[in-house]
């Protein structure tokens, strides 16, 4: 038998000879147009048109090249392999717990022989286990992986209505299941893709957002506009009237915002928030529960996204407020629903160095979720007047969230005291833990350990990296113990910085895989995330964008300096809103990097508008309609940067062409671009996925299939033994 490291050697050999001369070259069709005066080419226009025969078969064989190049890098099978056994070495993967009254518990569940995550319930820590939903039967039915988006239980636990997609696609169609039997309860409901299913106390009636119904010959960019809230009777058809939203009595909203409703835990009253698509600042409305549903419904805004509030809780018919108003790290104020008056608002959490990033109320308390460093802090404070915020000692130091921002799922039932924490670190993996009303801290068993959950060898080391202008750039770098400081490492820096979102302490399994490879992993939180707040945040937005990648430039260049590697060996990784991170470094200083992977990334910004989910995601990029807002998309737009005649980096774009959030032609389109323009003869592969979107609900193969696949493909580039054809 030949040994199979030369047989993969061959095939890499002869499938990129070969590729010059059988893969199809992108024609230039050039649209040009001119924004404030400046002219703006777009020479693969025409590669947005997906469906168009020529633009798919252009699309088909540059990824089935890629796939084939992949699989063939020697190392790329054993790296997967590698991965796979610190996946497979724990019996189960649980992620999104909620808890309801009766003591049950509902959370998804990934078997170590699963491809996806189930859903489950049981009535105590102890009690049996029950499948409400597989995945799996709808994938044997219709030949295409589906996933849960969504779930929320009803407050007694008897039912659960969950959302599921096909195919990376996120158009959820929400379900609801009777936890006693088993059985689905009514029909389905489509255009569920926001969801945010919300129950009224008595378990029997529910409130949805929909999207709109596109009708033949709308444009596509209105797919996520006007969306409203329908009320829903349990086991009958949404209501055929909205109850909030774009056409409410009462209600000041524009096309593009997004409604939801709240009914709070004690009936009273209806909470209706309102979002800018991923502006953080909410707009909130308030109704008696009993108004609702009359000809004239009783809604009265509280504020507007102008007072600066990102995060709301109920409690007692006073509302909990996340604010940023002349606090850029954050404070909580309280103030009474039946005379609510923002200026009068109590200040009960002040502001102060640590940042506080979230809010939740149990029955005990109100739950403040706080960084502190990289690191996050929980505290406590009693509803009385005057309570005292007290610390609650955690036994890992990492991070948690009080508020999943994807499902929405709060560690906190306001009918329930304590939270339910998922706690995690860099070289600890995430276990589930219970917070009491007392303090203590107790380990649910949810989450089986498994033996590599805290490796002893491996450590991380936190370093402020100074920046172009002298800011400091928070740096995690993680490696093994003893990490030789020769400037040979095979590293690779990761980072996001967009929409505040900052890169705490996680574990990962395939990191290990990484790191058993002698690599080292570097994240860094740039200006764009919200690791100092408000200010951190906003100093890399729109026309402060730049900051973003020029601290990434300045992190990369740190870890060269340092000798923890060299440009030879050094890689850079980014995904969705990432892309524009690691595209703008690459595109900036090709000279710096062996190798850049853009995952599902935003590539064209000029472009992103014209979208479906470009209208949402406005508020943190800027608009092209007006001066200031073009320039900052021109700015941070990868595609329009890439120069002909350039010794462009190796590049991997990966890409789901079922994605909602970024459209697969922000890599497409790239990737003929840096195809024609680089000159270093590094190769530029596209991996497209026909049968998943943005990520979000990626089955375990596609997850750990395309991780090894970016790995061997950083390893290759970078030169090191084991990745290289002989």
């Known amino acids: 038998m030949p040994h199979p490291y030369l047989t993969a050697a061959a095939s890499l050999l002869i499938a990129t000879a070969a590729s010059a001369q059988t893969l199809p070259v992108a024609p230039v069709r050039n649209v040009s147009e001119t924004f404030f005066g400046t002219q703006v080419d777009d020479p693969y226009r025409y590669m947005e048109n997906i469906k168009d025969p020529e633009v798919a078969a252009w699309m088909k064989a540059q990824s089935d090249h890629a796939w084939a190049t992949l699989k063939a890098i020697p190392g790329r099978e054993a790296m997967y392999k590698n991965i796979l056994k610190y996946d497979e070495a724990v019996s189960a993967r649980i992620a999104g717990v909620a808890r309801t009254t009766g003591d049950w518990w509902f959370y998804e569940k990934r078997g170590v022989n699963d491809d996806q995550f189930k859903l489950f319930a049981r009535q105590g820590l102890n009690g049996p286990e029950k499948l409400l939903f597989d995945p799996e039967v709808m994938r044997k039915a219709t030949g295409k992986p589906h996933a849960i988006n969504f779930f929320n239980p009803s407050p007694d636990g008897r039912y659960v209505a969950y959302g599921v997609s096909a195919a990376g696609s996120e158009d959820a169609v929400m379900h609801i299941v009777d936890v006693q039997t088993g059985k689905a309860v009514g029909k389905p409901v489509d255009r569920a893709q926001f969801g945010a299913p919300s129950w009224a106390p008595d378990g029997k009636t529910l409130y949805l957002n929909r999207l709109q119904v596109l009708k033949p010959g709308m444009p596509m960019v209105e797919k996520y506009q006007r969306s409203e809230v329908f009320r829903m009777a349990l086991g009958g058809a949404p209501a055929t009237h909205a109850m909030f939203g774009l056409h409410t009595p009462g209600v000041q909203m524009t096309p593009a915002e997004i409604p939801f409703v709240g009914i709070t835990h004690d009936g009273h009253w209806a909470l209706g928030i309102v979002t800018n698509g991923v502006q ?37 018919d006073g509302l909990y407020l996340l604010s940023n108003k002349g606090a850029p790290r954050s404070q909580v104020l309280h103030a009474p629903i039946g005379s609510f008056d923002l200026a009068k608002a109590e200040v009960v959490v002040p502001t102060s160095e640590r940042v506080i990033t979230g809010i939740a109320a149990a029955k005990d308390a109100l739950y403040i979720e706080a960084r502190e460093g990289n690191v996050k802090q929980l505290y406590k404070r009693g509803y009385a007047n005057g309570a005292a915020v007290v610390p609650v000692a955690l036994p890992v130091q990492g991070s948690f969230v009080l508020n999943e921002d994807e499902s929405g799922a709060s560690a906190a039932n306001p009918q329930l005291p304590g939270v339910v924490l998922d706690l995690q670190g860099w070289n600890r993996a995430r276990q589930i833990y219970a ?196 320039k900052a998309l021109l700015a941070m737009s990868t595609y329009h940067h890439v120069q002909p005649n350039t010794a462009y980096p190796a590049v991997l774009l990966t890409h789901g062409t079922n994605d909602p959030r970024v459209e697969v032609w922000h890599s497409t389109k790239t990737a003929a671009r840096l195809m024609a323009a680089t000159t270093s003869g590094k190769p530029i592969l596209l991996r497209l996925d026909y049968q998943s979107g943005h990520g979000i609900g990626n089955t375990k193969s596609q997850v750990l299939q395309e991780r090894a696949d970016m790995f061997a493909f950083m390893l290759w580039q970078m030169g090191v033994a084991g990745y290289q054809p002989k």
Not at 290 to 312: D, R, V
């Open 280 to 316: 953080r600042e909410i707009t909130v409305y308030v109704a008696p529960v009993k108004t609702i549903n009359q000809a004239k419904p009783g809604w009265k805004k509280l504020f507007g996204a102008e007072a600066e509030i990102t995060s709301i809780a109920y409690f007692d």
């Open 435 to 630: 917070v009491a009303a007392d303090g203590k801290v107790a380990n649910t068993g949810l989450q089986p350990q498994g033996p590599y959950d805290a490796p002893d060898d491996v450590v991380a080391t936190e370093v402020k990296v100074p920046s172009y202008d002298g800011a400091l750039v928070p740096m995690s770098i993680i490696h093994k113990k003893g990490v030789v400081l020769d400037g040979n490492n095979p590293t690779l820096l990761y980072g996001y910085a967009s929409y505040g979102i900052t890169e705490e302490p996680y574990y990962s399994i395939s990191r290990l895989a990484w790191l058993d490879a002698g690599g080292v992993y570097a994240i860094a939180n740039p200006r764009g995330s919200s690791v100092y707040g408000q200010e951190w945040y906003k100093a890399g937005y729109q026309a402060t964008k730049p900051n973003t990648w020029k601290d990434f430039i300045a992190c990369a260049e740190y870890l060269i300096n340092q000798k923890y590697t060299n440009p030879k060996r050094l890689g850079i990784m980014g995904g969705s809103a990432g892309g524009i991170l690691v595209g703008r470094a690459m595109t900036e200083r090709p000279d710096l990097f062996a190798a850049v992977i853009p995952a599902v990334g935003v590539l064209d910004a000029v472009r992103a508008e014209v979208t479906p989910n470009g209208v949402p995601n406005i508020p943190e990029f800027g608009t092209r309609t007006n001066e200031a807002g073009f």
